[in-house]
């Protein structure tokens, strides 16, 4: 039994995930702690409920993962899910489970609120792979399933006294189908430049020359490939543990950094550029359309106009008979005052309503536009500071001068052949044009995916507002309809009433007439 999971954001695009039907995926939603069915808004109300803590990664996505050779009831991997939650200590928040059945593996999707709404804190992941461990050895134990071993808590550490590592886990699995890049010859390519390289910052070129880029993880360095995929830097390179990784890149700050979805972003960006750059020889090459019409348009061109046909053989009009009249509708009765005046005051409230949530919806989006204007600036000036620091590193290491007899050497050969020295000097400039080239393109590609991250929050905002708004439409719509039942009951009860006083007023009426007749006069 597999579990993972991390901390995530984006409810509306990981609801459009877990409910997808494409790659022979069959979805079927198990369980889910909220007033409907609707996954999309329970992910949006758990991610606004989230952000009230000024927390970013808001919901919490688990997967688990059985042997494909045994055959779990919906009972089975709902329970799953029950000690999935128990063990990350998430009891009391609720979740959505969704089955992917189809294809040879099936798995199930789990996903957290990971705020607490009691305290107003999130969730902390912290060690989240070893309850990750424990969940699975439980629900091995439970279900009679095969224990998968581990790393953590399914660790023997008398049978297994070296730290286990896998050549492939099942995420590069999975990203190896996903972007039909060979993950061996990544790591072999991505090893020799490990090997080529002196220090991190020259490691970290000789990558993005190569077409990779270095991301900021939760636990460390990423490689993103030039196809989006991301792995463990650590994994990459053979003979190095994550430790000594950490020490050969330190002069690589990690916080300065793009994120996992900024350096997708820049890899999406370069692979869209380097489809639309055709050489010019190949525009050159490339025919001219013809500017001769297709044998059928010619002979439409040379055939005359048809011509006119003569007055005398155009059919005469016949004369219709007027339609008949739409039958008059009955006068509608004018509508009951009272209800009237009750509409107008429900209609004066619903708007007053729906202004003060107008306001404040205005109020709320231009905070969150002033926010992410100065969290992009800030960030900028970051990603400005990193190249600063990347063009003084390249500068620094081409004044560096070999000391002891071999600078001499150099000294000598710079004196006995200038030449020799000119073609270094222009090799020098020559880098210093290409870092400068590379960095201004990086700049405006980093620029770009900030201002895109604030449009998709801001897009996010507005979808919540639309969401509040016809939440508040449909309850004035369900108040209304309430209040005009209730109206014409009322109405109902009255005209009863004073029927039945009519009425007893009428007996008492028929019975002093119908009374016994008056004594007859004596004589």
Do not use: C
């Not at 969940?135 to 224990?147: I, N, Q």
């Amino acid at each position: 039994m597999i579990v993972k999971g991390k901390p995530r954001s984006g409810p509306a695009q990981l609801a459009a995930y877990l409910m997808r039907v494409d790659d022979g995926e069959h979805p079927t939603l198990l369980h889910l702690d909220y007033g409907d069915d609707s996954l999309r808004k329970a992910f949006i109300e758990w991610d606004s409920i989230g952000e009230l803590t000024r927390g970013e990664k808001t919901l919490y996505h688990a997967q688990i993962a059985p042997d494909a050779k045994y055959q779990m009831t919906p009972e089975q991997w709902k329970r799953a899910a029950e000690i999935l939650a128990e063990e990350l200590g998430m009891k009391e928040h609720p979740f959505a489970a969704v089955l992917h059945d189809g294809g040879d593996k099936p798995h199930l999707h789990v996903v957290f609120q990971r705020a607490d709404t009691d305290t107003m804190k999130l969730w902390d992941d912290s060690y989240n792979y070893v309850k990750h461990e424990s969940a699975s050895k439980r629900m091995e134990l439970e279900f009679d399933h095969e224990l998968v071993p581990g790393k953590h808590a399914k660790r023997d550490r008398e049978k297994q006294p070296e730290f286990p590592r896998q050549e492939m886990t099942q995420d590069e699995a999975q990203q190896e189908k996903r972007t039909g890049l060979n993950a061996a010859d990544r790591k072999a390519e991505i090893t020799a430049l490990h090997a080529a390289a002196d220090s991190g910052q020259a490691f970290k070129a000789a990558l993005e020359e190569a077409g990779y880029l270095l991301a900021k993880g939760e636990r460390g360095y990423l490689v993103v490939d030039q196809a989006g995929g991301h792995t463990v830097l650590s994994r990459n390179i053979k003979g190095l543990k994550q430790k000594d990784v950490e020490a050969f890149m330190a002069g690589v700050e990690l916080d300065k950094l793009p994120t996992i979805e900024e350096a997708q972003a820049i890899q999406k960006q370069r692979l869209a550029a380097a489809k639309t750059d055709i050489p010019a020889e190949a525009q050159k090459q490339a025919p001219e359309a013809s500017k001769v019409p297709p044998p059928a348009a010619a002979q439409q061109l040379d055939q005359p106009p048809p011509a006119p046909a003569k007055a005398e053989q155009q059919p005469v009009a016949e004369v219709s008979a007027p339609p008949p009249q739409a039958p008059e509708k009955p006068a509608q009765p004018p509508e009951d005052p009272e209800l009237q005046a009750l509409k107008k005051a429900i209609a004066d409230r619903h708007a007053k309503e729906v202004q003060k949530w107008a306001d404040f919806h205005a109020l709320e989006l231009r905070q969150l536009e002033h926010d992410r204007t100065i969290m992009n600036a800030g960030k900028a000036d970051d990603f400005a500071a990193i190249q600063a620091e990347e063009m003084a590193a390249l500068k620094a290491r081409q004044k560096q001068h070999r000391t002891g007899i071999k600078g001499v050497l150099d000294a000598i050969q710079s004196k006995l052949n200038p030449t020799l020295a000119a073609e270094k000097a222009k090799e020098q400039r020559r880098e210093i044009t290409q870092l400068k080239a590379r960095q201004a393109q990086e700049r405006k590609d980093y620029l770009a995916l900030i201002e895109q991250t604030k449009q998709l929050e801001i897009e996010n905002l507005k979808e919540r507002h639309a969401l509040k708004r016809s939440d508040v439409e449909r309850k004035h719509e369900e108040g209304t309809e309430q209040y005009i039942r209730e109206h014409h009951e009322a109405k109902r009860i009255l005209a009863e009433i004073e029927a039945k006083r009519i009425h007893e007023e009428l007996e008492k009426k028929d019975n002093f007439r119908e009374g016994p007749p008056p004594p007859k006069m004596g004589k």
